[in-house]
């Protein structure tokens, strides 16, 4: 079945720089690739997704880019703030509409 | 349009009880998930389903039951209450290879 990878598991910026989050997959027929932010008491909620036919997609300070070779993908946040401190997980799809979710990874934004 | 709702939001429960998590959704979703998250961890899928009348079991069913007689409806049951089923549950819902959509979880605690 499909492995997803997801590195690292903590990481802490300052306010300003950028974060990179990367997923690894194992199933040559994964054609979409969300990931999803999930604030402390809360849902994850989707915050950028991308289909195999891309290799990058931005939306505002975000952006997801896609190497279906080497089977990653990446999620990048450049001019971090406090408010992106949350808990961010990739996730791949699997047969009969199942996904798998990365384990996870805390971003921790200091001032 | 409400989304995914879950009740109850909270909830202590004695060893030994019974009770069970309701999930709706009014998004005409055809697949439905169960997920459990443990402090610091990801996401569990315990079960899902693809359709009305369709459940599955995914990598963490045992002490727990399911069934979707709607669309829009899928409850998880759980027998026999014990202290490793404290966790917080997640619904999640969406259609295949799209934004899942997430209710707002369930605080389990069995003591």
């Known amino acids: 079945g499909e492995n997803v990878e997801q590195h690292p598991s903590t990481l802490s910026v300052q306010e300003g720089d950028s974060a990179v989050i990367k997923c690894t997959y194992s199933?040559?027929?994964?054609?979409?690739f969300p990931w999803y932010k999930q604030e402390l008491g809360k849902g994850p909620q989707l915050i950028i997704d991308?289909?195999?036919?891309?290799g990058e997609k931005k939306d505002q300070r975000i952006a997801v880019t896609l190497n279906k070779t080497a089977k990653h993908f990446s999620l990048h946040i450049t001019e971090t703030q406090p408010e992106d401190s949350a808990v961010y997980f990739c996730?791949?799809?699997?047969?009969?509409?199942?996904?798998?979710f990365g384990a996870g990874t805390q971003v921790v934004v200091t001032p | 349009n409400a989304g995914v709702t879950q009740t109850p939001k909270f909830r202590i429960l004695k060893i030994g009880q019974s009770m069970t998590l309701q999930c709706t959704q009014d998004?005409?979703?055809?697949?439905m998930y169960w997920y459990r998250q443990d402090p610091g961890m990801g996401l569990k899928l315990i079960y899902y389903?693809?359709?009305?009348?369709?459940?599955d079991k995914g990598e963490v069913p045992n002490g727990y039951n399911v069934s979707r007689s709607t669309t829009e409806d899928f409850p998880l049951r759980l027998e026999l209450a014990a202290p490793s089923q404290t966790s917080v549950y997640f619904c999640?819902?969406?259609?295949?290879?799209?934004?899942?959509?997430f209710g707002q979880g369930t605080r389990l605690t069995v003591v």
């Open positions: 991308i289909r195999s036919n891309v």
């Open positions: 998004m005409n979703h055809n697949y």
């Open positions: 199933d040559s027929a994964s054609n979409y």
């Open positions: 996730a791949a799809p699997l047969s009969w509409g199942k996904f798998q």
């Open positions: 389903s693809v359709g009305a009348g369709i459940t």
């Open positions: 999640a819902s969406t259609r295949v290879n799209t934004e899942a959509f």
